[in-house]
Structures are given as C-alpha cells and as structure tokens.
C-alpha cells in the first residue's frame, strides 16, 4: 500500500509541522484557484445547483481546509504532575507526545463529495498520517482532482491517495487492511455497522458519522415567515439529499393552521431547473442523482396524497 510506504518512510510525518502548515497552505490555495472548476465539476456529476456548489462545497471546503492547516503547528503534548510517592529527593516527570497514527481510510458520500472528503483528508495530513480516500463510485471526480492540486501542492506521493470503486469491493477492503489504522465513514447506519464490525476484529479506530431522521420543532411563538424560510432550507437545501434534512416537522397546535398553509404555498412556489444554469440563481430544486435517489420521494409523494 502506497500509503503505508510513504508514512514509514516519514517523507511526510517527519517534516517540521512549520513544514507540512505551510504545503496544506499552498494547497488550499490552489484549491481557491480552481474554485469554479471545482464547482462546475461537483454540479455535473452530483446535480446540486451551481449555487450551491460554490457556497458550501467549494466555499465551505476552502475555511475548513485553513483552519485546519494551522492546527498542524498547534498539536501538543502535556506535562503532567502525578502524585506518586517517591523517595526524599526523587524526581519523577511525566509527559505526553502526539504521535500521526499512520495510514486512515476515509469513505465518502455521495451527497457532499467534495466538503467531506476534505473533512477527512485535512486533520489525518495535518497530524502527520497518510489518507486513502474512497469516495462514491457515482461522484469521484472532484475528490480525483483534488488530488491533483495537493501533488502540485507538494504534498508527497503516496500520502494522499484516492481510490475508486464500490463500497462492497473497495471499501470492505480499506476497514479490513491490517494497515489502516483509522476508518473515518459518513453514510448510512447498515454500513456503518459493518465497518465497526470489521474494525473490531483488529482494534481499528473508527469515526462514524450515520444516517438521521431529524425533527423540526416549531413553537406556538415562532416567526411564521422566518419558519418557512428556515424549512425550505432544511427540507430542500440539495433536494433533500442531506443527513440533516428537517424529514419531520412538529408544530405547536396555534400555529399550526398558518405555518402549514404557508409552507405548502412556498413549497408550490419552489424553484426547479437545470442545476448548471447561470441565469437562474433562484433555482432550488435540481437533479437528483440517479433514480434510486428518487425513488424515496416518490413513495413519500403517494403516501401523503392517499392520506
């Protein structure tokens, strides 16, 4: 494995932290200068409005990625002062040290290719590991390019990796390798569950970051128009397609009659084009990914009209 060979031979952990800051630096610049290249590309092979792309993938990814380039020159240890008894006149110094852990996998979705990937790969570079990055099999191409950037940023080879397939072949791969050392996963519970399983036979760390059913709360004192505004967003910020979307709404009984006939009225008004198409900013309901993708609303669609 290419990223394990790169973290043993410490071309990139052995560097000063000064060192690695300044490259994660250089590379979030050039990120910035292929801002619309990104943004466009995201928009073509995801379906999300152009708008969107550029706000929070592209505009998002860039403030992550410089933060998080200057957290590598800010990873302490402690010192610690324990009480132990020690004979008169013994001395006894504890400390801590932060250490990379070496090679972390990173699995990505579909919905935010770009973003969270980049939540991903920035820490494990800023602490010093290497990162094999499997994004979805239906929306690569961003994360691909963006590996690009990061070799021209300097980043060394083999320390940041990309590798594309499906979730069963390459992804089972990646939490089972006896050299992945962290699993960082957002996606669905099931998979989830999965990889905690397969990282449990060999210790590996995991972060996992699953599915939701998220409630909106709306009370009898609330702001009707600003409520509305704020579940448009929730409900159909990327046609829907994200883990926190408002999927139910709860409201106080006063309320009620006047914030659902107000957010069916803007629901009908809602916006829908092409996602690439400059001249309509207002655009807020685009492609959704693939059929499959579609499906869930459907069902939802017939449900409330047999209601």
Known sequence: MSGWRAFVARNWAGKLPAERERILLRFADLVEQHSEELAQLETLEQGKSINISRLFEVGCTLNWMRYTAGLTTKITGKTLDLSIPLPQGARYQAWTRKEPVGVVAGIVPWNFPLMIGMWKVMPALAAGCS??????????????????????AGIPDGVFNVVTGSGAVCGAALTSHPHIAK????????????IARAAADTLTGVTLELGGKNPAIVLKDADPAWVIEGLMTGSFLNQGQVCAASSRIYIEAPLFDTLVSGFEQAVKSLSVGRACRRRRLSTRWCPALTATRCRPSWMKQNRAMQS
């Open 131 to 152: 990162i094999v990055i499997k994004p979805s099999e239906t929306t690569p191409l961003t994360m691909l390019r963006v590996a690009e950037l990061a070799s021209e």
């Open 183 to 194: 699993v960082s996963f957002t996606g669905s519970t099931a998979t989830g569950k999965q």
